[in-house]
């Protein structure tokens, strides 16, 4: 086990230093001179200057991009040219309206999976087979709609007609609850179905026959044994819940014109603003990996059958 | 029983029609059909032209001159909708091709090769699949530029790994599979063993994969295309129009609900029938 662990970790360790030797070589491949590169549409005396100083371009590659891993190891994002600030302090002050929009997304998402799924799930009979049809039918439209023209209808619907909750802007909850249901439908939609999936199989267990046996109310039964065991395969889509919900921050974000990391990350991108965006996309693949890894993790405590293997 | 269950379908069997095919299939299959026909005749299709605006006849509602209403300068939207169909599904094939090529390349050497060259594909896909898709098409569109052949290519690098994977593990099944065992004990050589059982059945799995996937390119790239960093207005894409119909979304819902819906329709007709294909041929997800 502690093997299992710790090969686990490396594995994580190696997949972050691959993701950012990606983004050193990426730099390096580009035509053109790295300091035209990193300046974007830039252009002042001392701008050039500034960034081979800091990127170190006057030494050789090897000492750039052991440079570079180092600095990332201090968590020092480097500087936007654009901005004419630290990455860092960039992202910090736009990440809570991020880390509010994709939490509650998130959240929500998952709510809305479980309670759908546990409902649904192994359902027979002409109504169940009913029930499982619309649920089924309703996820896959969710997850084929994109979350703008969701966005979209939502606004039609809640603020241009009923006027419930504003057409954009961050001040208070009511301005949360639009962006944060557009973001986790499509996610609840692919959670649900997958969580239907391993509930059906988990009801096919033999000690389902014995708790029913017992006589316990399908309910009970469902939401106190079987869903532990069915949220197991769900809990290694972490990694792909966090990635989904940062990525669809972003145009969640500019449909809503929220701030955050994505609205950041867009400006960023017409600007051509690369130390953000390396930053933003290395800071995701960060979260990614670390979320990822600490989930296959916590998955060996709770399922012992993978510690033998 | 179940052990027979768990021997993968030889070719021949997998090619075989389906006895009935399910009425939501059909109807997915109708609608992409009659997609197909738009995009490759659209203007026989269309009553007007989707680029001359008529601004005297500006946001109309949908009506009997115009089906799905006029956009802010007088455009008709049916027409444009149509027209857009041809940008919207060509740029998502297009993105799907690039994965697909690549992950096939990759997949297939991680499938058959031998151990270093599984471990080395597998952290490939580990580190592209550790950047969120929309993120890592926003990093290469930053470096490569924005333009309908770059978002392509952006989007397409992203979905290199879910296509890899697939790739990778029915290329595994395929190896470790009766059929090609016992071409082996008849003494085969390796090659044709590979040209004739490996490669077409691994092969036979791609247009299932690409059915349920193509889906989420259309998505991804029509999601660029709405950030503006696609093609550009007057192009119209779905992307651009949902873009220039959420400018105008507090007077007029048609220009932006039209082109969504078609993005949907399109989408869900793909997973429909890419979910048939998967229960009928056995191919695995992930």
Known sequence: ?309 | MSHVDQFPLGLRARLRWPRSIPAAVLLAAAFLIALAAAMAFPRFVTPYDPLVSDVVHALQPPGGEHWFGTDRIGRDVLSRVIHGARYSLLIGLASMLVSLAVGLVIGLSAGLGNRLADESASRVFDVLSAFPPILLSLFVVTFLGQGIVNIAIAVGIAGIPKFGRVLRSQALVVRRADYVTHALSYGLSRGGIFMRHVLPNVLVAVPVIATIDIGSAIIAVSGLSFLGLGPQPPTPEWGVMLAEGRDVLRVAWWPSVFPGMAITLTVLSFAVIGKFLQRKYEVRAR
């Not at chain 1, 969701?150 to 639009?178: D, E, K, N």
């Not at chain 1, 989904?244 to 929220?258: D, H, N, W, Y």
């Not at chain 1, 991108?269 to 693949?285: E, G, I, K, R």
């Open chain 1, 1 to 309: 086990m502690p093997r299992k662990i710790a090969t686990r970790m490396m594995t994580g360790l190696l997949v972050l230093w691959l993701a950012a030797s990606v983004a050193f070589v990426a730099i390096h491949a580009l035509p053109g001179r790295i300091e035209d590169v990193l300046a974007g549409d830039l252009a002042y005396p001392g701008l050039r200057e500034a960034i081979a100083a800091q990127w170190g371009l006057d030494r050789s590659l090897p000492w750039q991009y052991g440079q570079f891993l180092l600095r990332l190891a201090h968590a020092d994002l480097g500087t936007s040219f654009v901005m004419q600030q630290p990455v860092l302090a960039v992202l910090q002050s736009q990440l809570w309206p991020t880390v509010q929009l994709a939490g509650s997304a998130g959240l929500l998402a998952i709510a809305l999976a479980i309670v759908v799924a546990t409902a649904t799930a192994g359902l027979s009979g002409t109504r169940g087979a009913w029930a499982v049809r619309v649920a089924s039918v309703l996820e896959l439209t969710f997850t084929s709609t994109p979350v703008f023209w969701l966005g979209m209808l939502l606004l039609i619907a809640f603020s241009f007609q009923l006027r419930l909750f504003p057409v954009s802007g961050a001040g208070g909850w009511r301005a949360l609850v639009l962006p944060a249901v557009t973001l986790a439908l499509p996610t609840a939609g692919i959670l649900s179905q997958v969580m239907r999936e391993s509930l059906e199989a988990a009801l096919e267990k033999p000690f389902v026959t014995t708790v029913r046996s017992r006589g316990v109310p399908e309910l009970t039964l469902r939401v106190t044994h079987v869903l532990r065991h069915a949220l197991l395969p769900v809990v290694t889509l972490g990694g792909w819940l966090i990635g989904s919900l940062l990525g669809g921050a972003v145009i969640t974000e500019k449909m809503f014109g929220r701030p955050g990391i994505g609205s950041v990350t867009l400006n960023a991108v017409t600007a051509q603003d690369v130390p953000v965006v390396l930053a933003v996309v290395l800071l995701a693949a960060f979260v990614h990996v670390v979320i990822s890894t600490l989930l296959d993790i916590a998955y060996l405590f709770i399922d012992p059958r993978l510690r033998s293997q």
